[in-house]
């Protein structure tokens, strides 16, 4: 398959996604008060204090209000919507048999020997069978997954990518296969797995956890969604035969620019249904305007001069 083709076939897969996707669950924390987290929009905590869990504005440009872990203690606290997913996900559509659940995560810093922060994913209700997890070390500054692996009920860690840096916001996505058990996990623009989990968990509730130390982290734009199987593999495209490009604010509230190694030729942006939409473009073709847009997912093609093609997913807050 030619790279043409290939660029074709893989935004036709993702509009694919993004048709049969379901969301089940989502949060940016916008629509809360500043200050302590407490039961806004029915989060519950496990351990730490009120004082410990706010919402607040760490970059109120590109993410609005946020929710922001300045831990103090040693003490291991979770955040919880309590069974959230277990109705939305037993009432999916047929055939939207893996759990997508993303989050953008900032990884602030920490001054304690030891101090983690992870976004999970749980089923079976109250008993806490853990799915997956992508778990940030606040120390090595280094990711890992740990879940539960198919016919071991004890749970084991992989490690993933070293070398992040403080105080940088970074999406994080974990894939979970109901059908097969396959977990993925992606991690800024790279993909990781599959990885051999328990097949047949039905998806109850995300956790957002901390502890081990002092800290400071911070989540937001959380989504959990179910999505169907054959489109798993769909990726987002970053770099395309050897050129690199880049967009950006993602998610995006006015505008976003975009960078290539080489001039961008035409642009052109598609909603999740498929539709085109008109967009405003500055002359040298490096930053168009997204004020105008409804919120959700998009879809922006890239024609650069030098031949190649490339896809690229947006978000509008």
């Known amino acids: ?11 036709v ?38 004082e410990q869990a706010k919402v607040a504005e760490i970059n109120i440009a590109a993410y609005g209000k946020s929710l922001t ?43 304690a020997v030891t101090a983690a922060s992870s976004f999970q994913l749980y089923a079976d209700g109250g008993d806490n069978f853990m799915i997956g997890s992508i778990l940030y070390d606040h120390v090595a500054k280094a990711y890992s997954l740990t879940y539960t692996r198919n016919g071991n009920s004890a749970i084991v860690t992989q490690p993933l990518t070293t070398g992040a840096a403080d105080n940088t916001w970074t999406p994080i996505t974990i894939f979970y296969n109901y059908t097969t058990g396959d977990i993925h996990i992606k991690i800024g623009a790279t993909i990781y797995g599959p990885f051999a989990g328990t ?18 982290s911070a989540f937001d734009n959380y989504v959990a969604r179910a999505i169907k199987t054959a489109t798993l593999a769909v990726n987002d495209i970053g770099s395309v035969g050897g050129v690199k490009i880049k967009i950006y604010p993602n998610p995006a509230t006015d505008h ?57 997913k947006f978000i509008k807050k």
């Open 256 to 312: 976003i620019n975009i960078e290539a190694d080489s001039k961008v030729k035409k642009i052109k942006i598609v909603d999740a249904s498929g539709k085109n939409i008109n967009i405003a473009v500055s002359t040298d073709l490096n930053k168009i305007d997204v004020s105008h847009l409804e919120k959700g997912v998009y879809l922006m093609e890239l024609q650069l001069e030098d031949g190649t093609m490339t896809v690229q």
């Open 13 to 50: 897969a993702l509009l694919s996604n993004l048709s049969f996707s379901q969301t089940l669950d989502s949060d940016n924390f916008n629509d809360y008060t500043i200050g302590n987290l407490g039961t806004q929009g029915f989060w519950s905590n496990d351990g730490g204090t009120a």
């Open 69 to 111: 872990l300045p831990r103090t203690t040693t003490s291991n606290m979770w955040l919880f919507k309590n069974d959230f997913l277990k109705t939305p996900w037993l009432n999916r559509t047929s055939g939207n048999n893996i759990a997508e659940i993303s989050a953008d995560f900032y990884t602030g810093t920490t001054t």
């Open 1 to 11: 398959m030619n790279k043409m083709n290939k660029i074709l076939f893989f935004a």
């Open 199 to 216: 097949p047949a968990k039905s998806p109850t509730e995300v956790d957002i956890f901390s502890g081990g130390g002092a800290l400071t």
